[in-house]
């Protein structure tokens, strides 16, 4: 039997893993079965089933992160969580596979940041390529370079508020006129 099988046979019903590579992710949604001992004493299991297959948590790496649709629930969720005897880091943001969200379960920290990789990128690619030819800077070189930056999780990224949509669509608009009026000048 393999080592991730079985974990999933441990697991209470209440609790979800999602494993990915060497990553692990547990979540719940409290309910009145599912309570924070229930993930605490999940936590405890695993911490216990990762000794004899020789799996190493790194307590100090990980963090919990609680979301509650209403802001006077958030203090009722807060309650401590820990791995053998490190205290888990409680966070409001965190990044995760390449995205950003919060405990708001808001991207615009997610958009902020690839809007200034992709900004950074294309401006790199107009100060290092010599040719100005309109076609070689979109077609190549914005669209290997800059767009998959774009277009990375926008699956997730769908259902933006309209402010967040203009600001990722303002760095192609602001990249083709760019090249456009550089194309013109040379």
Not at 78 to 100: E, Q, R
Request: with cysteine.
């Amino acid at each position: 039997m393999r080592a991730c099988d079985d974990i999933f046979e441990r697991v209470p019903a209440d609790v979800t893993v999602q494993l990915f590579a060497d990553d692990a992710k547990l979540y719940c949604v409290f309910t009145d079965n599912a309570t924070a001992e229930c993930l605490q004493a999940c936590l405890s299991m695993i911490a216990e089933w990762s000794e004899p297959w020789q799996l190493k948590l790194s307590a100090y790496r990980c963090f919990v992160l609680h979301v509650s649709p209403v802001q006077s629930q958030r203090c009722l969720l807060n309650k401590s969580y820990h791995i053998g005897d490190v205290a888990l880091l409680s966070v409001n943001t965190v990044c995760d596979l390449g995205v950003t969200y919060n405990i708001h379960r808001s991207f615009t920290q997610h958009i902020d940041n690839i809007v200034c990789k992709a900004l950074l990128r294309a401006k790199l690619i107009l100060d290092c390529f010599q040719s100005r030819e309109a076609h070689l800077l979109s077609r190549i070189s914005f669209f290997a370079f800059v767009q998959p930056i774009l277009e990375y999780s926008s699956v997730i990224l769908s259902a933006l508020h309209k402010y967040n949509i203009n600001k990722v669509e303002a760095v192609e608009q602001r990249f083709t006129k760019i090249a456009w009026i550089l194309q013109i000048v040379i």
